[in-house]
């Protein structure tokens, strides 16, 4: 799987939109991009995936560029509640998990300030 | 309903004992993981498991084992536990891909 880039920590003021950048330069065609976020204590939460068009759910936008090689998160009206580590994840749709399963790296803590 | 269930939420043993966690999913995935979180926070997969095939992250010690009497449980022994094992362990299902993965809140172990 495609190793990915992100920012060790970013901070963003309550109520604005948090953009979070992940390059993955050596993406393969066939690999989708993840992101995952972790709130302390707690397990993982998927928040979206896509694989080169944009996508958009509930919680949040997943916009990636045409050449594919970065990606950016877009939580569009950030709260306390979205303070988190928030992983960026490029991984080859399969059947399930593989001997790697999703590799974690060591993601972006967003730290939304009131 | 909690999608996917771990117990106990908080384990303290002795070194050289044996234990297990078990985890359920009610989501009807059709694969189980185990994950171990280290005092770093890094997250590392341990198995994948679906009813046709166990995984084994080649890193992973012996000692530690899953089990799965049916789709919709993976448990996790561990023998004679280690001071290096402490550490928080997850529990995750998923769909057939691209599908993202559902985590368990996870089991905090302590080996004293």
């Known amino acids: 799987d495609a190793k990915t880039t992100q920012p060790p920590s970013m901070d963003c003021a309550e109520g604005r939109a948090a953009n979070l950048p992940c390059n993955h330069s050596?993406?393969?065609?066939?690999?989708?991009v993840y992101w995952y976020r972790q709130i302390h204590s707690q397990g993982p939460q998927y928040i979206i995936h896509?694989?080169?068009n944009n996508e958009t759910n509930e919680m949040a936008s997943l916009i990636i560029t045409e050449d594919r090689k970065s990606s950016t998160l877009i939580l569009p009206h950030a709260t306390l509640r979205d303070t988190a580590v928030y992983y960026c994840?490029?991984?080859?749709?399969?059947?399930?998990?593989?001997?790697?399963?999703?590799?974690f790296g060591k993601g972006t803590h967003l730290i939304i300030q009131p | 309903d909690t999608a996917v269930s771990q117990t106990p939420k908080y384990l303290v043993t002795q070194m050289g004992n044996d234990k297990s966690i078990k985890c359920e999913q009610n989501?009807?995935?059709?694969?189980m993981y185990w994950y171990k979180q280290d005092s770093k926070k890094f997250l590392k997969i341990m198995f994948s498991y679906n009813n046709k095939e166990l995984i084994i992250n080649e890193t992973v010690p012996n000692r530690f084992s899953p089990k799965s009497p049916d789709k919709a449980h993976l448990n996790l022994h561990i023998n004679s536990l280690e001071l290096g094992d402490s550490a928080v362990y997850f529990c995750?299902?998923?769909?057939?891909?691209?599908?993202?993965?559902?985590f368990g809140s996870g089991t905090r172990l302590t080996v004293v």
């Open positions: 050596t993406i393969s065609g066939n690999e989708y």
């Open positions: 995750a299902s998923s769909q057939s891909a691209p599908y993202g993965y559902t």
């Open positions: 896509g694989l080169k």
């Open positions: 989501l009807g995935h059709d694969t």
């Open positions: 994840i490029v991984r080859v749709s399969g059947s399930g998990g593989g001997a790697d399963g999703l590799t």
